[in-house]
């Protein structure tokens, strides 16, 4: 099998419940704390859940159009490494630089405060803008911060929406609309989301415990995290394939027996042109509840001879550390991996799992 082309992805900036910057993730990865899910205040009655906030005060936006704690996740991150990014559409040329985002909150938690106000005083609130909640609006925003004038678009597949940017990117290149790329996600915290999960009983009574005999749910989370993308993977983590599969077995209940998982990763690797022996790491969805674990680790044995302990990669969920990112969370999930794989802790590649409502499966592969 040939070796597949890479392409670099020399910036990441991240933040997540771990640390408002890389090196607080990379550093509370490294302790293995838990202590950014804390208990967060919601209107489900007589119920306090745990909640992965990012630490700190975020940027502030003036422009009201674009002003969502989602977007000032964005400009948190991208500010972290902002020369570094401008550099990249310096290079490459405004017109010649994509930006694709997976989120599926944007602004809804500032909508709804709005909303609440406009039913307690029967006028609409003057900072209300309904382009808080398009979804395409954080890559707008984020293509006004940069000056990129070439496709900017976001992704919305529920909990795979950052994890497929990577492939939505390579093809942009590969179809030569675009020569280079700024991929990641973005999602803030969001009462409706809380709420929801809360109805569907997927909600953990206390801190999430992935893959444990009694875990009971997820603990949600907030995040975002941009990489730059580009041709030429020579000298920096890369990214190296994604497998993608659609199999639409529920609204919200993953497929028991994990096929549409299995597909996807079994793609994944073939896109890599790796075989499962060449995977040292996976950072699985692993949500926590009964059903999604049950399932992953029934496609994960299929695709790796987990009973082997000399080829088996090291298989592990990071959302008890992070909490569940939502639409951020495979490019959350995509930014462990890159720290683990600059860092040289993994003998090979790594692979990262993101599965959606719905049925739509990503995996995604890093290599360096």
């Not at 745990?50 to 704690?69: Q, T």
């Not at 599969?245 to 996807?264: F, V």
Request: proline share 4%; net charge negative; aromatic share 6%.
């Amino acid at each position: 099998m040939g070796v597949a082309e890479r392409y670099a992805l020399r910036t990441m900036s991240c933040a997540c419940a771990l640390g408002a910057t890389r090196e607080q993730v990379r550093q509370g990865l490294q302790a293995r704390t838990s202590a950014g899910l804390k208990p967060y205040a919601t209107d489900i009655p007589n119920r306090t859940v745990l909640f992965g906030e990012v630490p700190g005060e975020l940027p502030a936006i003036a422009d009201p159009v674009y002003d969502s704690r989602t977007n000032r996740l964005l400009l948190q991150v991208l500010n972290a490494e902002r020369a570094s990014f401008e550099a990249l559409v310096a290079k490459y040329g405004a017109d010649r630089v994509a930006i694709v985002l997976g989120t599926s909150n944007t602004g809804i938690d500032e909508a709804q405060r709005h909303v609440d106000t406009w039913i307690a005083t029967g006028a609409k609130p003057e900072a209300m803008q309904f382009s808080q909640i398009e979804l395409g609006t954080p890559a707008e925003f984020l293509a006004r911060e940069l000056g990129v004038t070439g496709p900017a678009y976001a992704i919305s597949t529920a909990c795979s929406s950052s994890a497929k940017v990577f492939p939505a990117a390579r093809r942009l290149i590969e179809a030569g609309v675009v020569d280079a790329a700024i991929v990641g996600g973005a999602d803030g915290r969001c009462r409706f989301a809380l709420n929801g999960f809360h109805a569907l009983g997927a909600l953990s009574q206390g801190l999430c415990r992935p893959l444990a005999e009694d875990r009971d749910g997820i603990n949600l989370g907030e995040g975002a995290a941009l990489f730059s993308f580009e041709r030429d993977g020579s000298g920096a983590v890369c990214f190296a394939g994604a497998g993608e599969t659609s199999d639409a077995y529920h609204a919200t209940a993953p497929d028991p027996e994990g096929n549409g998982a299995e597909a996807a990763m079994r793609a994944a690797l073939r896109d890599a042109g790796l075989q499962p022996v060449d995977v040292a790491y996976v950072n699985m969805h692993g949500t926590g509840t009964p059903a999604n674990d049950a399932m992953e680790m029934k496609a994960l044995s299929r695709v790796f001879d987990l009973a082997d302990q000399a080829a088996a990669p090291v298989y592990e969920s990071t959302k008890n550390l992070t909490g569940h990112c939502l639409g951020a969370a495979g490019a959350v999930e995509a930014a462990i991996c890159w720290l683990k794989l600059a860092a040289g802790e993994l003998k090979g590649a790594a692979l990262s799992n993101s599965f959606a409502f719905g049925g739509s499966n990503a995996a995604v592969i890093f290599t360096t």
